[in-house]
T-cell receptor, first 113, second 110 residues
């Protein structure tokens, strides 16, 4: 079982560049989300989706776009990278319903120079 | 706004010692989850607590949800090097949106 797969694992960008972080899950989960993890701040929710075609903003959405064209895929786009977006990004998925365990990918470590 | 504060932020102990990690908030949560994260990996769920006052045990780990559902604790008995990792609490406020705590990094030395 692949679970949640994130690519790439590492990426270095220059300020102003754009890129897409990929996330795919094979567990038929309806709910998918993106978090960023910064030292001493835990994980903060960027965007989430409750199903194909439906997305919504989380706590820190500025500078990021998402789309959900299929149940399996939930890419995160950085429109114009800024040094403040240097972080580790995690994608998670779960079945719908409160208290459902979130299944996380192994993260993408992103550095913006 | 960080709604969940964890303490301590860092804990370094010897194998066999006991420890408690706290997760505190001024907000009420409908449920609370604890995750453990190892370097280079994503968090993995340990437990979910739902009812105020609920206590759950997972081998040497004991989780408690506060009566008012604003706080939680994780107690580890006789810690082992395999318990080393980053422990994160996460509270559910609306639908499935989770608010994560600041994290407690635990190092257990042989």
């Amino acid at each position: 079982n692949a679970g949640v797969t994130q690519t790439p694992k590492f990426q270095v960008l220059k300020t102003g560049q754009s890129m897409t972080l990929q996330c795919a899950q094979d567990m038929n989960h309806e709910y998918m989300s993106w978090y960023r993890q910064d030292p001493g701040m835990g994980l903060r929710l960027i965007h989430y989706s409750v199903g194909a075609g439906i997305t919504d903003q989380g706590e820190v959405p500025n500078g990021y776009n998402v789309s959900r064209s299929t149940t399996e895929d939930f890419p995160l786009r950085l429109l114009s990278a800024a040094p403040s977006q240097t972080s580790v990004y995690f994608c998670a998925s779960s079945f719908t319903g409160e208290g459902q365990p979130q299944h996380f990918g192994d993260g993408t470590r992103l550095s913006i120079l | 706004t960080q709604l969940l504060e964890q303490s301590p932020q860092f804990l370094s102990i010897q194998e066999g010692e006991n420890l408690t990690v706290y997760c505190n908030s001024s907000s009420v949560f409908s449920s609370l989850q604890w995750y453990r994260q190892e370097p280079g990996e994503g968090p993995v769920l340990l437990v979910t607590v739902v009812t105020g006052g609920e206590v759950k045990k997972l081998k040497r780990l004991t989780f408690q949800f506060g009566d008012a559902r604003k706080d939680s604790s994780l107690h580890i008995t006789a810690a082992q090097p395999g318990d080393t990792g980053l422990y994160l609490c996460a509270g559910a406020k609306s639908f499935q949106k989770l608010v994560f705590g600041t994290g407690t990094r635990l190092l257990v030395s042989p």
